[in-house]
């Protein structure tokens, strides 16, 4: 069973008498360390969800209320990954299986089928649904793909496809805005690096005005207000989320910038849907429709919805709404 030393089931009825909600979150041992999960909803009898977050090491643990919309519906499992949040903090640098960015992936790899199945088991599902955000979009298609059997079904949104087409789609559309605003100096910036490789920091900051759309600036203040004022502390949980991120990034970057959605998953065995921010600049929806074409599954289908790359959070009741559209008929 499922150690979750935190706390205990925490149940809470509603006017309904059989609808009993979950609240737990603890720590369990994954893949030989201590890994931070948190299980939340109000119904038991609910469809599961796992989200893989994004970053990578965009924890989401400090953050639970932002998964309120979708817990009316479904319950709810986060997981800070290995070398992520509340999950770094219990390791630090010190932990295992991330020395090289070929470890780095397989161990997280085979730590979400872990979770999954971990996870099935305590809450008494056959299967459960995989929802990823960006590099969990990656994180989830390598999981789906080994271990189709624990899933009804792989969901995406600001889905990852291909890191130098993405750039380049990103170019145009920085180039598109900043033309309109007449800013010459990025203009001048993305000239200048035109000719660099996409992997080139240079390259790749050039168009990073234009990354985020307002919607999803004001999203990333949660994490902001989470940090507090300059210094940050050095201690505690937002240290750990901060030191999380420096540890994980430089190790997982290189299977970020090196994976193709069609090469590694040209055909699922499960559905696969992928709901995305029409605005997503960050992972361009045009690219993600595109992938979606091409795959081979069950069932799949695109569905845009307004807002950009964290649209699962700003626009999450229409988020909820396609899920429920796509999986409801799986549920039956």
């Known amino acids: 069973m499922l150690a979750l030393a935190a706390l205990p089931l925490?149940?809470?009825?509603?006017a309904d008498a059989e609808e009993v909600g979950i609240d737990e979150t603890g720590f369990a041992r994954i893949g030989g360390v201590d890994q931070w999960i948190g299980i939340q909803g109000r119904d038991r009898k609910k469809p599961v969800i796992l989200y893989l977050h994004g970053g990578p090491a965009?924890?989401?643990?400090?953050?639970?209320?932002?998964?309120?919309?979708?817990?009316?519906?479904?319950?709810?499992?986060?997981?800070?990954?290995?070398?992520s949040g509340?999950?770094?903090?219990?390791?630090?640098?010190?932990?295992?299986?991330?020395?090289?960015?070929?470890?780095?992936?397989?161990?997280?790899?085979?730590?979400?089928?872990?979770?999954?199945?971990?996870?099935?088991k305590r809450l008494q599902k056959r299967k459960i649904v995989l929802v990823g955000q960006s590099w969990g979009t990656i994180l989830g298609l390598h999981a789906v793909k080994r271990r189709p059997d624990l899933f009804h079904a792989l969901v995406g949104t600001g889905q990852f496809v291909n890191w130098a087409r993405g750039l380049e789609e990103l170019e145009r559309l920085a180039r598109l805005e900043a033309a309109e605003a007449h800013d010459?100096?990025?203009?001048?910036?993305?000239?200048?690096?035109?000719?660099?490789?996409?992997t080139d920091m240079q390259r790749v900051m050039a168009s990073a005005k234009y990354r985020m759309i307002r919607a999803d600036l004001d999203y990333l203040k949660i994490?902001?207000?989470?940090?507090?004022?300059?210094?940050?502390?050095?201690?505690?949980?937002?240290?750990?989320?901060?030191e999380g991120g420096r540890f994980s990034l430089p190790k997982l970057l290189p299977a970020i910038f090196s994976f193709d959605a069609l090469t590694v998953a040209p055909e699922l065995r499960v559905p696969f849907f992928v709901i995305q921010g029409q605005d997503d600049h960050v992972t361009p929806a045009v690219?993600?429709?595109?992938?979606v074409s091409q795959v081979k599954a069950p069932r799949k289908a695109f569905t845009p919805i307004p807002g950009g790359h964290f649209a699962c959070f700003t626009r999450s009741k229409e988020f909820v709404s396609a899920l429920r559209e796509h999986l409801d008929p799986l549920m039956t």
């Open 58 to 83: 965009e924890a989401q643990s400090p953050f639970l209320k932002e998964f309120l919309p979708w817990q009316h519906d479904f319950t709810v499992v986060n997981w800070d990954q290995r070398g």
């Open 287 to 291: 690219l993600a429709r595109e992938y």
């Open 10 to 14: 925490l149940p809470t009825r509603s």
């Open 184 to 198: 010459e100096e990025t203009l001048k910036s993305l000239d200048q690096a035109a000719s660099l490789a996409p």
């Open 223 to 242: 994490q902001q207000d989470f940090i507090g004022p300059p210094p940050p502390p050095t201690a505690g949980d937002v240290a750990d989320w901060i």
């Open 86 to 120: 509340k999950t770094y903090g219990k390791s630090g640098a010190s932990t295992p299986g991330m020395d090289t960015p070929e470890s780095a992936l397989e161990r997280l790899i085979q730590d979400a089928i872990e979770v999954a199945a971990t996870v099935s």
